[in-house]
């Protein structure tokens, strides 16, 4: 009888249990997968099982990740007794051709078990390797199928690890010697596939409990452990106080809750300290603590959430913990220029590598100072006036040099650096650069880990990206970028004409200002209001002035109502302000975004997905719903404001002049716009006065 592959839909429990009794035989080598995964994955489209006499023989279980171009492949499954009949291979060529536009799959598998020769019959080439956090400390190779799209030059996304905390209750299952069937839900999060995805941490109040075991050998061995977790220590002082106002509102809220021998202040400690520490993310079995779920949002802005929800959500978490320019919103940072003698107080704020002490730093910045290059030391205070970035840049030519790129341990260090980032590829694109070089030695790690989200790329000892600043066919941006690779010596990417609209967001994205416009990617023009498009962007700029985080935050998310007019993701935005006190003149398109994320849903599940991004409050969500009780969420990043703002009237005169059908109707609403109109507009917006 035939082999039959099928995508299993949510609703087909047979196969998705048939699936799960088939790895289930296999949990040795797979790792430990609970059931709702299956079902979670059948929802978002990654499972796909070989059936023969209606019976599963193989499976995939795998995962499209939204910020990543690739697909991540977790389970890879074929009964014993059906092997050495190519099923593997016909379940990963049957993904590849569903998926085309992806640009890969992944996939990791522990060197011990000896399947590399299966690996590379099936295409995968070694793609590093990665320690495992298991007992065992086993070593995991990393697998990678390309799928014929272009490297620009290397991975352009990188995978920003999601750092959750755990309190002793998961801690115990993971590193207790008492092992019960109850367990294994927080087992799972030391899944091979896991690995890079999360990090686990802990904090004082864990060590408090294993401090308080009885039993001596039990807690030795706990004691033991912990060196293979991160450590955080937030400041005692802020979270004494956090824990007051936590405790306060659980009485108020929650006047029934048992406290036990104190257990209800150590659970908000919990609470108090991962909020203190930076994190978003608890993950527990306690059922107080789990109680504790809307007080720990409500005060800490923390998700307390079971093992489980990690395994099943990583991305949504990793996304919201990593993105927070809403925490930056309101927040007075300011930048101000390095003055002279004051290198040695920035040695405490910005970590040393390489063995120095700091002396050394110090006196790279004071020779800055003294070189022949005139050398801008920029310096990014937070609120209070702490230090929280640094970077010192100079124009060579037609390479902007950043000579020091240093982020300090703060709660927004990540943001801050995916925000650095982009503010020198604007400085860059501002001063007519068509490179920048990182020569810092030694950057912040959070920096270096960002930078290859943005296509940075390592060479000679540093770390270089492209500007490509031409808004135009994939042979006008294939040229300029062939010809930069040229200057550098490195490879140069061929670009397919029509590549698929995924692949052109990765491009558009390594390459910024890059625009692609006879691919795939559709582009849009969406009409808001000035109250809104002043939130969001500073423009029309208020007479008040208005705290500025790095410009522009690189993430955003966008209300209206849920009608369809023709949205896909990824694709491009063209922001048009709708109303203005002067009339038909103050209408005009003021900038452009890269389209990430269309969805659906009712407002309270969006607020609730979407808070930490925007500015909007609960309400004007709800403002935003029409009568079906469904609003529609724009997810959006990389905002550029033109320069020169596109007045209503020329807007129309550029579509008459390519010769493109244009009414009124078109600005009612979000409507889909050729590309070759994105391209004047863009242009238009961005020509020299």
């Excluded at 390797?129 to 298991?134: A, L």
């Excluded at 755990?166 to 069937?181: E, K, M, Q, S, W």
Aim: hydrophobic residues 40%; contains cysteine; proline residues 5%.
């Amino acid at each position: 009888m035939a082999i039959k592959l099928l995508y299993v839909a949510p609703a087909q429990n047979d196969l998705i249990d048939k699936a799960i009794t088939l790895g289930n035989r296999y949990t040795k080598t797979l790792g430990l997968l609970k059931p709702p995964a299956y079902s979670k994955a059948a929802e978002d489209g990654g499972l796909l099982v070989a059936v023969e006499a209606e019976e599963v023989i193989g499976y995939a279980l795998f995962g499209l990740p939204k910020r990543s171009a690739h697909i991540r492949l977790a389970h890879l499954c074929v009964a014993e007794e059906q092997r050495g009949r190519s099923v593997a291979r016909r379940l990963v060529e049957e993904i590849k051709e569903r998926y085309p536009q992806r640009l890969g799959i992944k996939a990791k598998c522990r060197r011990d078990y000896n399947l590399s020769a299966m690996w590379t019959s099936l295409g995968f080439v070694p793609h590093g390797e990665v320690r495992g956090r298991g007992r065992d400390g086993e070593i995991l190779d990393g697998w990678w199928l390309d799928l014929g799209h272009p490297h620009l030059f290397t991975e352009v996304e990188s995978d920003a690890l999601l750092v959750v905390a755990i309190d002793h209750a998961v801690f115990a299952d993971l590193r207790g010697r008492t092992y019960t069937t109850d367990v294994e839900e927080s087992r799972a999060l030391e899944a091979g596939w896991l690995t890079d995805l999360v990090e686990l941490a802990y904090t004082p109040q864990l060590v408090h409990q294993i401090r308080d075991i009885a039993d001596t050998a039990e807690r030795q061995h706990q004691r033991a452990a912990l060196p293979g977790l991160r450590q955080l220590t937030p400041a005692p002082a802020a979270v004494a106080e956090r824990t007051a106002a936590l405790l306060s509102v659980a009485a108020e809220s929650l006047p029934d809750l048992p406290d036990d021998d104190g257990a209800l202040r150590r659970c908000a400690q919990y609470v108090a300290e991962t909020s203190c520490a930076g994190l978003r993310v608890l993950v527990t079995r306690n059922p107080l603590l789990s109680r504790l779920t809307d007080v720990a949002w409500e005060v800490a802005r923390v998700r307390v959430v079971a093992p489980s929800t990690v395994t099943l959500h990583v991305d949504e978490l990793r996304q919201a913990q990593v993105y927070r320019p809403a925490d930056l919103m309101g927040t007075d940072f300011r930048s101000v220029e390095v003055s002279p003698r004051a290198e040695d107080e920035l040695v405490a704020f910005f970590d040393q590598s390489g063995g120095d002490d700091g002396s050394a730093f110090a006196e790279c910045l004071r020779c800055l100072t003294a070189d022949s290059v005139a050398w801008r030391r920029e310096l990014l205070r937070d609120g209070e006036g702490h230090p929280v970035a640094l970077y010192a840049w100079a124009l060579d030519g037609r390479t902007l040099i950043v000579s020091v790129l240093r982020t300090a341990e703060h709660a927004l260090e990540e943001t801050l650096a995916r925000q650095l980032l982009f503010l020198l590829k604007r400085l860059g694109r501002d001063c007519g650069a068509e490179m920048i070089r990182i020569t810092d030695p030694h950057p912040s790690m959070v920096a270096k880990a960002a930078a290859g989200d943005d296509g940075f790329f390592e060479h000679d000892g540093g770390l270089v990206a492209l500007l490509v600043n031409v808004c135009g066919t994939t042979a006008q941006v294939e040229a300029v970028a062939g010809g930069l690779a040229r200057e550098l010596i490195v490879e140069a990417t061929t670009l397919q004409e029509g590549m698929p609209a995924e692949v052109a967001a990765v491009v558009e994205r390594a390459w910024w200002p890059a625009k692609v416009i006879d691919s795939g990617m559709p582009s849009f023009l969406v009409p808001i209001k000035p109250r809104w498009s002043t939130e969001l962007f500073n423009c029309p700029a208020t007479l008040l002035p208005r705290s500025q985080v790095l410009g522009i935050s690189r993430e955003h998310v966008y209300y209206r109502t849920s009608g369809h007019r023709g949205e896909s993701v990824p694709g491009r935005l063209l922001w048009y302000v709708s109303e203005g006190p002067s009339g038909v003149e103050s209408q005009m398109v003021v900038g452009s975004s890269r389209l990430d994320e269309v969805l659906i849903d009712t407002p309270d599940s969006l607020f609730s997905k979407f808070e930490h991004l925007g500015v909007y409050g609960r309400a004007e969500v709800h403002g935003a719903a029409d009568a079906s009780g469904h609003a529609m969420a724009l997810r959006f990043s990389d905002t550029e404001i033109f320069p020169e703002p596109v007045t209503l009237r020329r807007l129309t005169s550029l579509a008459r002049e390519l010769g493109l059908p244009w009414s009124s109707n078109s600005l009612i609403s979000l409507s889909k716009i050729r590309n070759e109109l994105f391209q004047a507009v863009y242009k238009e917006g961005h020509r020299k006065t």
